[in-house]
Structures are given as structure tokens and as C-alpha cells.
């Protein structure tokens, strides 16, 4: 499915301040960015780089006053996201080289803190996509969704004690579980089509069988038509807008439409 999708961020800022956005989706495996469209009020000169995880990133300088940024891009998104259970674990040592950093613990996800939870919830199931799967499910079917329960603070074990959280957190445990096991899993946030409400997302991967399968413990059965922009090993490598001083947001909309063909 073709879908349109964007943000608008709108900032009342008391003096110039550097920012750091991360709002441009890439093509890759399961989308193709068709046009894209990347306004800023009032204008200001941005540099673009490609960070460690090959995420695009905007750098820029807000004038003081109301600044305003608003990207809009069509992709052709793959309907199903791709499943298969039974698909081995893969040896550390046979990982490739660029997994590696996602079998670490990290600032949000204390993988070396939850190892008896995980060979709880998944020691019985086949090492692998059966095991991500069964940490996947679990948190599902044992986390609360609830806005407000949880902040920027909030880790893996925050979580998995308190037992509620939003799509951050959720995607945090499930990474921290995966790791727990010697799997790379890592963060990724974007749009999901028909998310109500209506917000941006986040989700995680995780390698096994010799390459990336997506991984969402907010969603009953697997689904496709997302967006994904950004890749790290937690909340940390995956903000959307990062600030170097006094800014207020205002306003913030996110939307996610099926394109007319």
C-alpha cells in the first residue's frame, strides 16, 4: 500500500538553539520512499549527515520565535511484514560484525538484568524467531498499554516490574529479553498505518535466521504498512528531535494516510 505520511512540530524558541532531527525514512527492505516534501518556518539552513546507524539526520540552528518544521513522504509499504517462525538462532560467532553492538546492554535496556525472566518466558521454545516470538507475545499479553505510566526515564526493568508502559517501553523489554539471550534486537520508531490513536510508533527487530524480522508487542498478530525512520539500540539513538537548549513545543500532529492511486 501507497501511504502519505508526515509530522508537524511546531517550538516557541527564547534564543537561537541547535536541533537535531530525524524525521526522513530511507528506502530499504519493505518501503520505498517515492517523494518527500520538507518544510521549515521560518527557514533556516540545515546540514544533513548519515549517523552510526544510517539514520538521516537534519542539523540546524531555530531562530528565536515560533519555529516550525513539517515533513510529508510517500512510500510503498509492504501489506504483510515477513514472519518465520522456525528460523534458527545464529551463533555469536558466526553474527554478522555490524549485530554486534545490539547484544549489549544499553542505556534503556538492561539485557544482563533479565536473564531469568527471559529463559522463563522463552527457555522452552526453540531457539531463535520462536523465542523472540514468545518474548514478543508474553509482553503482549502481560504488559499494560497505558498512556502516562511512564517517562523518559523509564527502562527494560522499570517495565517488566511495573508491568504497564507505551509503545517505548514495550519495545524496550523486548529488546532487553531478545539480548538477554544472545539475540541482536534493536529499536526502531515510525508510522504505522491505522494506529489509533494516531501517534508516532516504535517496534523492534531482531536477527535471527541470518537477517532482520520485525517484532511489535503492542499488536496482536503481525502487521504491516509501517514507515520506518530511524534504527538504534534504544530510545536513546532513535530521537526524533534532539535539543542544545530552552525550546517549548507547542504543537505536534502526526499522520498516516492511504495514498489516492
Not at 531482531?206 to 520506518?228: H, L, M, S
Request: charged share 20%.
Amino acid at each position: 500500500m501507497r501511504l502519505i505520511a508526515g509530522c508537524q512540530i511546531t517550538y516557541e524558541v527564547n534564543a537561537p538553539t541547535p536541533l537535531i532531527f530525524m524525521l526522513r525514512p530511507r528506502s530499504g527492505l519493505g518501503q520505498w520512499v517515492m517523494r518527500e516534501e520538507y518544510i521549515i518556518e521560518p527557514s533556516a539552513q540545515v546540514i544533513e549527515y548519515t549517523d552510526s546507524y544510517g539514520n538521516l539526520c537534519q542539523r540546524m540552528v531555530a531562530p528565536p520565535g515560533s519555529f516550525q518544521v513539517q515533513t510529508t513522504a510517500e512510500v510503498d509499504t509492504a501489506d504483510k511484514i515477513d514472519t518465520q517462525p522456525g528460523a534458527p538462532y545464529v551463533l555469536v560467532q558466526d553474527l554478522p560484525e555490524s549485530t554486534l553492538q545490539f547484544l549489549l546492554p544499553s542505556r534503556y535496556c538492561q539485557a544482563d538484568c533479565l536473564g531469568d525472566l527471559a529463559n522463563e518466558i522463552a527457555g522452552n521454545a526453540a531457539p531463535g524467531y520462536d523465542q523472540v516470538e514468545a518474548i514478543r507475545s508474553w509482553i503482549q499479553q502481560n504488559i499494560e498499554y497505558r498512556y502516562g505510566t511512564s517517562d523518559a526515564s523509564t527502562s527494560a526493568v522499570d517495565t517488566a516490574e511495573q508491568k504497564v508502559g507505551v509503545c517505548r517501553d514495550f519495545t524496550h523489554l523486548g529488546i532487553a529479553l531478545s539480548r538477554s539471550l544472545n539475540i541482536p534486537a534493536r529499536m526502531v520508531v515510525g508510522y504505522l498505518y491505522e494506529l489509533d490513536p494516531m501517534d508516532l510508533h516504535a517496534w523492534f527487530e531482531a536477527f535471527v535466521g541470518g537477517r532482520w524480522y520485525t517484532f511489535d508487542a503492542t499488536q496482536k498478530e503481525p502487521r504491516g504498512n509501517r514507515i520506518a525512520i530511524a534504527y538504534g539500540r534504544d530510545a536513546a539513538d532513535v530521537a526524533l528531535v534532539t535539543q542544545f537548549g530552552a525550546v517549548q513545543l507547542k504543537n505536534m500532529k502526526v499522520w498516516v494516510d492511504k495514498a489516492n492511486t
